[in-house]
């Protein structure tokens, strides 16, 4: 805890987080029960998810195992921050739902985190993208069809087997690409990700979520090819209302053509988001 509070704002911030993790992995070792070492290693997880550019799953799925240690300790179970740091875990990793039980806990536990607002936020997230999807971002026919058509005419050559949404399944589609046109970029309250609205040469629309890339890399009308793109038909419940569409998930730039290139290094981006109620 006392490295990533020295961490902060230094040059080697990344590389003394990824210190403290292996601090708190010894820590959990000596008492594998100890609610609070799960709690500071789920902690230490989720910071380096956001200091190395907010783009690798993988620390997401460490930080929520060490999390859903934690809970299994009754003493760390009433600590309110740690359903609040789970729920954006979840929100981070699109457990839309899980997200919004998270916070919801966290709010009954302790009003003053604020988390209820977290809640709002989010249900306004799932009704603009859930609106986007069936308005085709709002856009005039006449340019939607424009813009679906002119997918037809793209001349990129591809390593891996293009097809359009219909033709995914749920997870990563290895082997396959998929490309898109860029129909509106979706402004909501958060930095990360960056959602858009996509439509493929059939006009099937999705939500693109981009983690990793700078705001503005990706424009409207831009041309997007998905290497192996990962597919997700989202579904969430939440007081008596349900929020249904399709999504696609891109982590880092290499994932991603941008008008038939892979985006520079330049367009990456070091987030410096931090969560609310992770402990210095």
Known sequence: MLERKLAQG?????????????????????????????????????????????????????????????????????????????????????????????????????????????VQKLVKVLIKLEDSTINKGQMKSKRFASLVSSLRNENVKLSLKLVTTRSLHEGLNKGLSLMVKVLVFIQHENLVPLYYVVSDSEG?????????????????????????????????????????????RADFRQQILLNGRVPSVQDATCSTIRAQHILP
């Not at 359903?83 to 536990?109: D, I, P, Q, T």
């Not at 990706?218 to 999504?247: C, G």
Request: charged content about 25%; proline content about 2%.
């Open 10 to 118: 230094t040059d080697k911030e990344a590389e003394i987080v990824e210190e403290s993790i292996q601090h708190a992995k010894e820590a959990v070792m000596l008492d594998v029960k100890d609610g609070q070492s799960w709690y500071a290693l789920g902690n230490a997880y989720l910071s380096s998810f956001f200091i190395t550019g907010a783009w690798d799953q993988n620390k997401l799925y460490q930080s929520l195992k060490a999390y859903q240690n934690a809970e299994k300790d009754e003493l760390a179970s009433n600590n309110p921050d740690l359903y609040f740091n789970s729920a954006m875990v979840n929100r981070y990793l699109e457990n839309y739902e899980s997200a919004l039980s998270g916070f919801h806990a966290a709010s009954l536990k302790d009003p003053s985190l604020n988390a209820e607002l977290e």
């Open 204 to 248: 099937s629309c999705c939500i693109l979520s981009v983690y990793g890339l700078r705001n503005g890399v990706i424009k409207e009308s831009d041309t997007v090819t998905l290497l192996e793109p990962s597919y997700r038909s989202i579904r969430v419940s939440w007081k008596d209302k349900t929020y249904d569409f399709k999504a696609l």
